[in-house]
């Protein structure tokens, strides 16, 4: 029933969202800012700046405009480092067969992330051409949880966003899908994707006839 399915990408095709876990704590901690994984949940599916905000707002203290940019860089920094060596084999399980099982249904794929390093962590994975339409983060104004990435995401696929099936592993990101008015399946567990029409623990259970 479904024409196009849109899928996140870090946390969901790869383990990238470990990664921003491990460069954001780096960040935390150097600022004498406390970090842990429950905490870490908040920032999923959030962008770069509204992270950093996220994460400062912990601390004791303010800061410059200026010194918010360095900070956001050098996070960067470490997150380019540990995505660097990635190759295909790091392709979470399930990943490639739920994006082949689409694609033969006849149904449009897409790519939602708010990261700027979304081009560069879909060709150290070797799937580019495997999305029809991938959508652009610098080109989007508002951060998960607002629906324009996923709406942008639809429209570019020329697909009614009720036609639509997006895939999550954030509580940010499920809020995206179905603020969009579309079908939102949660990569995760449902004590946390509460909003999610429906939750999987992997790609690995990921059948279109289930939705
Ligand atoms: C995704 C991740 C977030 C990350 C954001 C921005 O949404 O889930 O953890 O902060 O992208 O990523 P970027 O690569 O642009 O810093
Ligand atoms: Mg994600």
């Known amino acids: 029933r479904f024409k196009a399915v849109i899928f996140d990408l870090d946390g969901v095709i790869t383990d990238t969202a470990h990664y921003h876990y491990l460069a954001w704590k780096r960040l935390a901690e150097s600022e004498g800012v406390p970090f842990d ?10 962008d770069r ?18 010194e918010k940019l360095a900070l956001a860089d050098t996070k960067n920094r470490h997150y380019q480092q540990l995505i660097a060596t990635m190759t295909p084999d790091d392709l ?8 082949e099982e689409v694609r033969a249904a006849g149904l449009k794929t897409g790519l939602a992330s708010v990261s700027k390093n979304a081009f560069t962590v879909l060709d150290r994975l070797g799937i580019r051409d495997r999305f029809d ?11 998960k949880p607002h629906p324009e990435i996923f709406l942008t995401a639809a429209q570019n696929l020329g697909v009614a966003p009720g036609d ?14 179905k603020d969009a008015g579309m079908y939102a399946v949660g990569v995760g567990s449902p004590e946390v994707l509460t909003r999610a029409d429906r939750v999987i623990p992997s790609l690995q259970k990921f059948s279109l006839q289930d939705y």
């Open 49 to 66: 700046m509204g992270s950093l905000d996220l994460i400062l707002a912990r601390g004791s203290r303010s800061y410059t405009q200026d």
């Open 92 to 99: 979470l399980p399930g990943a490639l067969r739920a994006l």
């Open 37 to 46: 994984e429950a905490f870490n949940e908040h920032l999923k599916g959030v």
């Open 133 to 143: 339409y991938v959508v652009d983060a610098a080109r989007i104004a508002n951060s």
């Open 164 to 177: 639509c099936l997006g895939v999550e592993d954030a509580v940010a990101g499920v809020a995206s899908i």
